[in-house]
């Protein structure tokens, strides 16, 4: 087999097998890679390769916006790929996005990843985490998620009917548009009476006892799907590596696997420049942005400095503090990928910044109103995009994609709570995130029902 598992910790690196069922390295406990013998694949010489295979698009597996790309992701069979039709997705040039964050016309991108079948990136991961999935006789997959996961898992698995899905859910968090979703595509729904981290703690000690898959973040052929998002910003870009992507970063699992896909092309010689990565915390959820920046954790060649972790998240549980953001796709404290993130951020010569949920919130309606919209999550990108502006990181004339990682209808309360008239709503809803203006809202008007009143309003 020419691909095979590989811990990722450089001092050990102990390989496995393709379809052992693993979370992490049963002999150090890092985290896995899927990795590839590249000398028995056959890779293409050019990236260009990919778009002749455009004309293949009657074959579903083709079609694909992640398979498309087996080349570079050939963990099984082509003809045992799952597929629903991901990853048809929209890399726009945004202008007036652009000025909003005070760049020049024409050096801004935003890849919309909400346009996937159940409205998140997480569809590219899903179809090939469902593949390996199938690929190792699984009956029944769960995860844990804050939402956008689960209502992946559920569509994959009520479309597909390959196997039967279970999702967990921290009561109370989940927004209703991905709640829903879990629900009508058919998933058992286990709502926990806890929060996201103690549905995940609970999700990995039932799949032991039940023999369930699990397809949370740590899952690495996940990860390999995701690695297609890049591949599709730069066959959207004529192959050309622009100069920055900016991702919103929760669990880090996409910039990691963003980072494994510049690796991987860099090695292979498909490109020849390596773009620069920044990853964007939410403010109440900044565990990432505070120890890379103000503890100095770096990857390090792998020989990762674990005591300041362990100390960091010590710390973190004395003072009792809980993730806490509009964003809740991103409110995670303990990223399961935090190491992989490291690499991709070395590889990528990488930044990390934090932006409030005020500041999120307002990009969000930045994009709302000049393009397609996302959910909060999304928004951080371009928030975070803007204040590297500003610093003067990211030249004004830098080419920059941002990752549009959800869409706008996930999270419609949102969006309600910022541009309606209910101020009480507004509070419960965004203020207790300490959010206190909407200064791009575009408010209903309320009038009463006179045609005289009416014409009045449109004067
Ligand atoms: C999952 C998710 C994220 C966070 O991605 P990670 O890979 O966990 O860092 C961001 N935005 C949306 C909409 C998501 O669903
Ligand atoms: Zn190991």
């Given at each position: 087999?020419?691909?095979?598992?590989?811990?990722i910790n450089p001092k050990c690196?102990?390989?496995?097998?393709?379809?052992?069922?693993?979370?992490r390295?049963?002999?150090c406990g890092s985290l896995?890679?899927?990795?590839?013998?590249?000398?028995?694949?056959?890779?293409?010489?050019?990236?260009?390769?990919?778009?002749?295979?455009?004309?293949?698009?009657?074959?579903?597996?083709?079609?694909?916006?992640?398979?498309?790309?087996?080349?570079?992701?050939?963990?099984?069979?082509?003809?045992?790929?799952?597929?629903?039709?991901?990853?048809?997705?929209?890399?726009?040039?945004?202008?007036?996005?652009?000025?909003?964050?005070?760049?020049?016309?024409?050096?801004?991108?935003?890849?919309?990843?909400?346009?996937?079948?159940?409205?998140?990136?997480?569809?590219?991961?899903?179809?090939?985490?469902?593949?390996?999935?199938?690929?190792?006789?699984?009956?029944?997959?769960?995860?844990?998620?804050?939402?956008?996961?689960?209502?992946?898992?559920?569509?994959?698995?009520?479309?597909?009917?390959?196997?039967?899905?279970?999702?967990?859910?921290?009561?109370?968090?989940?927004?209703?548009?991905?709640?829903?979703?879990?629900?009508?595509?058919?998933?058992?729904?286990?709502?926990?009476?806890?929060?996201f981290d103690?549905?995940m703690?609970?999700?990995?000690?039932?799949?032991?006892?039940?023999?369930?898959?699990?397809?949370?973040s740590l899952?690495?052929?996940?990860?390999?799907?995701?690695?297609?998002?890049?591949?599709?910003?730069?066959?959207?870009?004529?192959?050309?590596?622009?100069?920055?992507?900016v991702v919103p970063g929760g669990n880090l699992g996409n910039s990691s696997?963003f980072g494994?896909?510049?690796?991987?092309?860099?090695?292979?010689?498909?490109?020849?420049?390596?773009?620069r990565l920044a990853v964007v915390n939410a403010a109440g959820a900044d565990s990432l942005c505070r120890l890379y920046n103000d503890e100095g954790l770096r990857w390090n060649g792998g020989d990762i400095d674990t005591a300041k972790i362990d100390a960091f998240y010590a710390q973190m549980d004395q003072e009792n503090r809980r993730a806490d953001t509009?964003a809740?796709?991103i409110e995670i404290n303990r990223p399961v990928n935090l190491t992989k993130c490291l690499r991709a951020l070395d590889f990528c010569n990488g930044v990390v910044r934090k932006v409030t949920d005020?500041e999120?919130?307002?990009?969000?309606?930045?994009?709302?109103?000049?393009?397609?919209?996302?959910?909060?999550?999304?928004?951080a990108s371009?928030a975070g995009?803007?204040k590297l502006?500003?610093e003067?990181v990211i030249?004004?004339?830098?080419?920059?994609?941002?990752?549009?990682?959800?869409?706008?209808?996930?999270?419609?309360?949102?969006?309600?709570?910022?541009?309606?008239?209910?101020?009480?709503?507004?509070?419960?809803?965004?203020?207790?995130?300490?959010?206190?203006?909407?200064?791009?809202?575009?408010?209903?008007?309320?009038?009463?029902?006179?045609?005289?009143?009416?014409?009045?309003?449109?004067?």
């Open positions: 087999m020419t691909a095979f598992q590989r811990c690196r102990s390989t496995f097998g393709i379809t052992e069922v693993l979370h390295c049963p002999t896995l890679d899927v990795d590839y013998e590249w000398d028995k694949v056959s890779v293409p010489k050019s990236l260009k390769y990919f778009e002749q295979l455009w004309s293949e698009r009657s074959n579903p597996v083709r079609f694909s916006g992640v398979w498309r790309f087996h080349e570079l992701l050939p963990f099984a069979p082509i003809d045992q790929c799952v597929t629903i039709g991901e990853g048809q997705t929209i890399l726009q040039k945004n202008d007036a996005v652009a000025s909003y964050v005070g760049k020049d016309a024409g050096s801004l991108f935003l890849q919309y990843e909400g346009l996937n079948p159940s409205g998140s990136f997480k569809d590219n991961g899903m179809a090939a985490g469902t593949t390996h999935g199938r690929l190792v006789g699984a009956k029944q997959a769960a995860c844990a998620s804050t939402g956008n996961t689960s209502a992946s898992l559920a569509l994959y698995c009520g479309v597909s009917k390959l196997m039967k899905s279970v999702v967990f859910v921290g009561s109370g968090k989940i927004a209703y548009g991905k709640l829903s979703q879990a629900l009508d595509y058919g998933a058992r729904t286990v709502q926990i009476r806890g929060d103690d549905a703690q609970r999700v990995q000690e039932v799949s032991k006892k039940k023999g369930i898959y699990l397809l949370n899952n690495p052929f996940r990860l390999e799907g995701q690695k297609t998002i890049m591949f599709r910003v730069l066959e959207a870009l004529r192959w050309e590596v622009p100069d920055w992507i696997s494994k896909a510049f690796i991987e092309l860099h090695m292979l010689g498909l490109i020849d420049k390596v773009p509009i809740s796709a005020q999120i919130i307002d990009a969000k309606a930045q994009v709302g109103a000049n393009g397609f919209g996302c959910e909060p999550a999304s928004a371009v995009l803007k502006v500003e003067g030249g004004k004339d830098e080419r920059a994609v941002c990752i549009l990682t959800g869409y706008q209808l996930k999270d419609p309360n949102a969006t309600v709570a910022y541009h309606g008239n209910d101020r009480d709503f507004f509070e419960s809803y965004l203020g207790k995130h300490g959010i206190t203006e909407a200064q791009y809202a575009n408010r209903p008007v309320v009038v009463d029902n006179d045609i005289e009143k009416i014409l009045d309003v449109l004067n």
